[in-house]
Every structure is written in C-alpha cells, then in structure tokens.
C-alpha cells in the first residue's frame, strides 16, 4: 500500500514515509487508500508514526500521540540526535520534513509545549529549558548536543546550550531561526490572535466580529489543507494559543546568559523594518564566539514552508559534517 502510494516497488518496512518521497498529499493519499482497504488511519499518524513498521502498531486512531513534549522523528542512527525546539505555538510538526534533510543516519527529535498535556502552563523560559533538558538527556545522557530553536524556541535553545555548559556538558551546534531575545513585545501592541493565525497560514479575516476566531470555520480550512496541521481540532487550536500567548510573555521577560560558542544564525528578511534586529547585534555581545547569519528571503511566519526548510537543512547537515570532521564525534 506505501509503495503503490509512493510508485514504488517495494518499501523497507524501516525507512520514513518521507525519506522515501511522501509529502502532505501522499500522506492524504495512504490515509484515503487504507480507509478504502478497511484499515484506520489518520493523517496525524503518517505524520508521527512514518515507517511501515510502526504504522502497524497503530492503535486507537484518537489517541494523542503527536503532542508528547519529547517528539521522535527518527530515532535510528548512530550520529548525536538534533533537538527541535517548538516556536511560540508549542508543535514541533514543522520539524518533520528536516529528517529529509539531515540524512538517515542522523536521529531526529522535537521538543514541544505542556500546553497539550496538561492544564498548567511554564512560567518562564528557564523552566522550559530545564523541563526540555531532562527530556534529552533521558535519551541522550552526555553531549555532544545540537540544539535549533525557530522564534520562541530559539530563546529555550540559547538557554538550554548555557545550561548544559555550565553543567559541563558540550554543546555541539546551536542554531537560533530568527529568534531575538530582549523585545519589548508590548511596546509593539502585538495582537495576538492575527498574529497566531498568520503563524499557521489562517487569513486574519476568521476572526469574528466581536474579536474570537471562528473556531468551526479555521479547523475547515485547516483540514483542506493537507498537511500535519490538518489534524488539529478546536481544543488543540485553543492549547496552540494558549502557548502562543504564554511563550510571547516569556520571551520579553527571558534575560540570557553566556554562552561560549559559535552560533548559526538563520534571517528572514522579508517583513523587518529599519528598527528590527540583527542575529549578530542582538546575540553577539552574549557569545564568546562567532555568529554566522544566513538570510532567507522569506517571512518569519513562513521559516517552515518547504523552501525555506530546505536552505536551513543544507546548512544544518553541513554545519553537523563541519563538527564530525574537526571532532571526530558522531
């Protein structure tokens, strides 16, 4: 069935949906064709459980896998894992595709928000950090470490790498997407809500009148389109904002310390304004080390869109290359 989907042969029962071609629609596709085979399904599933292998462990298709703080995208390999921190809204599903990117060999997870486990949310970006680095270091006990973290996530990353430095531990990447600590958000009169749609490609238009989003019509439109974000049903969009709301008010409170090391730095260039800041200027006079920024031509909100994923993930896997050959680890 994955390789009649794929227009394959024969598919290894081991290897990600996704590294052997599948995409949102092809994942669309094996749900609908093993829907009509009488087997249950979801594109949420595809999404999280990938391999022929573990998608026939598959069992109630409501359960809530997908939205574990600790998110396996590969766990085979014998190179250092990848740690994906989640941006503002929580998910790290924007993540997946980077596996594609960084090869087979390189075990992949993200990390993503309480908010979908339980009622009570983080108090600051200290406590995320702290909360993530005994999720890694259960399966990952020493460094080296390579942490990313895009926006939001970027800050925890930054503050997870000066932990585990001060813990003695080696970091070996540390890559910030277009994250920037010591924002005065509400200066800016943020709002919110727009804000949070814009993130996940909803027009700003489904919010209502009296200011609340039409949570009936976005979850339509989201499922149309395909994709992880497809599955997410009106409890999940309200945890979305939840996170959304929390980690912004987080972000402009974080005060960051050292950190010894180089960074690699990803801009989005498009939508910044003569006041808007700069990956060197902003991280520069925290690190003991050189800050390499690499500019995208593309939106902040749209980091993940699958052209931008591809120029970071190129530099993600040469920077990791770059690390084995000078260290000889992993």
Avoid: C
């Amino acid at each position: 069935m994955v390789a009649g989907v794929l227009g394959l042969d024969r598919v290894g029962a081991d290897v990600s949906f996704f590294d052997l071609g599948g995409d949102s629609i092809t994942a669309l596709k094996l749900v609908t064709r093993a829907r009509q085979a009488g087997i249950e399904l979801t594109p949420r599933e595809v999404f999280t459980h990938q391999t022929v292998e573990a998608l026939t462990r598959v069992g109630d298709p409501r359960d809530r896998l997908g939205f574990e703080v600790l998110l396996p995208i590969r766990t085979s390999g014998t190179r250092p894992p990848v740690f994906f921190v989640h941006p503002a809204g929580g998910l790290a599903w924007g993540y997946l595709q980077f596996q594609r990117h960084l090869g087979p060999d390189q075990p992949v997870y993200g990390l993503q928000a309480r908010a979908f486990t339980r009622a009570e949310l983080p108090a600051s970006v200290a406590e995320m950090a702290g909360d993530y680095l005994e999720q890694i270091r259960a399966v990952r006990p020493s460094g080296p470490y390579h942490l990313v973290g895009w926006s939001l996530g970027g800050l925890v990353a930054y503050e997870m790498a000066v932990r585990l430095q001060e813990a003695g531990e080696e970091v070996g990447m540390l890559a910030l997407i277009d994250a920037y600590h010591g924002q005065d958000l509400e200066s800016e009169r943020r709002e919110i809500l727009p804000e949070l749609l814009q993130a996940i490609g909803i027009d700003a238009g489904m919010i209502a009148a009296d200011g609340n989003p039409d949570m009936a019509a976005i979850t339509a439109v989201l499922a149309e389109r395909g994709d992880a974000l497809a599955t997410l049903g009106e409890d999940d969009l309200v945890n979305v904002y939840r996170n959304y709301e929390n980690g912004l008010r987080h972000a402009e409170e974080y005060r960051p310390g050292r950190y010894r090391g180089d960074i690699v730095f990803f801009t989005a260039l498009r939508g910044r304004t003569a006041g808007s800041p700069t990956g060197p200027a902003n991280w520069g006079p925290l690190v003991d080390g050189g800050i390499v920024d690499h500019p995208l031509d593309v939106d902040h909100h749209l980091l993940m869109e699958p052209g931008p994923a591809a120029e970071i993930g190129a530099v993600l896997a040469a920077t990791l290359g770059k690390f084995r050959s000078e260290t000889g680890k992993g």
